[in-house]
């Protein structure tokens, strides 16, 4: 077997951000979100998790930051969004305050 017929895995973004469920809300009102899913880049992933939070009933999103995840992740909280990501879908984890 050569390296190309290693099938890879696909690229699991996270997009970390704060959402409101009202235009115009206050900052307080804000839920910490990190979606979790796959995409061709990261314009994608953000056009993805927009789409996906807007279809959710959020209002407005303020995404901050995004990234690669390096592997499935050890803590509980996300492993059955990784998995979610990789089944392809947009895979979204609120925290609240």
Do not use: C
């Not at 077997?1 to 970390?16: G, K």
């Not at 592997?71 to 089944?87: M, N, R, T």
């Amino acid at each position: 077997m050569n390296d190309n017929d290693v099938e890879m895995e696909p690229v699991v973004y996270i997009v970390i951000g704060r959402v409101w469920e009202k235009e115009n809300a206050s900052p307080d009102d804000a839920v910490t979100i990190h979606a979790l899913l796959t995409a061709a880049d990261e314009d994608d992933a953000v056009r993805k998790t927009l789409e996906s939070l807007s279809t959710q009933g959020f209002a407005e999103a303020d995404l901050d930051q995004i990234g690669v995840m390096d592997g499935e992740p050890d803590d509980a909280v996300y492993e059955g969004a990784y998995q979610d990501a990789l089944a392809g879908n947009v895979a979204i984890v609120t925290f609240s305050a």
